[in-house]
């Protein structure tokens, strides 16, 4: 575990040496390569080392059998999913936080009041109130929306007179929660894991611009009420997956205050484009929000992970989630007690430092910088629109008002033919994936196949994009043939 000071710096220059040729090799090389099969076995079925091996020797392993199969995501031809590049000074500060290797489940230490700085950073951004509300740095959007929900969900029966840390939700699963139809899976994966069952999710249509329609949600809270349910929570896309859509945001806080239902943001993706002064009058109402979760390892470029829940009623998030064993219990001002323990108000104990990655990369790129960055990604999406809307055989199927467009090739052979469509672009997205020139995934938007592009890395330009739709002409041609 120990190594001497000179080796500590020989083999640490020797990563910073294979991390910078990384970061010069990779845009030059395949978006994604697959792997063959001796490397994926030769990585998985590796026996445990007996005998140490040299830190040379782990690195020149690192060197050749993981680094060159990146998942593609450091590539400016990468339009995948919701993944960033990482912002580098956060890689290099990185192994400062793992020399320090702090639990930040709470104490005196100065890796704790990062945590409490770049929370109010956040919240300042999304015009969320700072006093009386608290915050938690988590894995990702999926564990900052189940920690939400799980407020919403204590707040909820403790106002049906049921104590659910004590009684848990045993009959009392009435509970409804809306939702519409383009909201991120982690949703219902939370819902269930409330042991509130799928069932207690109402999904809602969404119109043409895939925002949830305030008239259907309106009808079923009414009807649900009728029939003996519980309304309790609408969770709301501010950005969602397929799309980029925003939910009518001011609306709904309006509609969730008067119903008195708990309105959850799921901001994972798009939150933090309030940031953009052009973007933030459509995420307006996003501060009404009685929970948020946003995710700085997707459009900050904070390296993964690094997700982030904001809720309104600090106590009550606190009431959710605190148990304080005898063997962790401080006073303020006495030994290590200060403020009070992040651990209780989440679900885990040891967390990891996570607040330094997330202070570095706003402290780096200045609001400013992170500003414009954003404003260019929404920009280049417009031009890809706009070059997909101009293209005869390309259709444009979605253009979401942040960085996500959603598009089909509709060579004149078989336009009409929805089947032969859903088929041709399923398979010119999987052989665009394998053959590295740029790299999309999909959508279903309206029960058809589409391929998707979500523009998050920092070094992309219109010529990535131009890029990007030659490679599925040439793809579309070649499955043709
Ligand atoms: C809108 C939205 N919500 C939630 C999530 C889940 O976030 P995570 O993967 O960080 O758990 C994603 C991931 O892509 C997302 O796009």
Redesign the pocket.
Known sequence: MRLTEAEFRKLGYQAVDMAAKYFVEVPRGPVFQRMHESERQALMNMPMPVASLSGDEILRLLGEQILPHPMGNGHPRFFG???SPPAMLAVITEILVAAMNPSCAGGDHAAIYPEHCVIRWLMNVLGFPIEGSAGLLV???????LTALAAARHRALGQLGIDVRKQGVGNHDRLRLYASTE?????QKAVELLGLGSDSIRWIEVDEDFRVSLDHLRRAVREDRERGWHPFCVVA?????QTGAIDPLDMLARFAAESNLWMHV?????AVAMLDPHSRPLLEGIERADSI?L?P??WLSVP??C?CVLVRDGALLRDTFSLVPPYIRTETGKGIGNLPWFAEYGMQQTRGFRALKLWVTPANAGTLGLEQQIARQIALARYLAERVDAAPDFELRSKGPLSIVCFRYVPEEIAGNEEALDALNKKVMEHMQADGRAFVTSATLAGRFVLRACILHYDTTEADIDAMLQAVEDAARQVME
């Open positions: 999913w919701v993944n894995s990702g959007g999926s564990a900052a929306s909201v991120h899976s982690c949703i896309s501010a950005g969602s997956v799921d901001g994972a993706y798009g979760a995710d390892h997707k993964v992970e997700g």
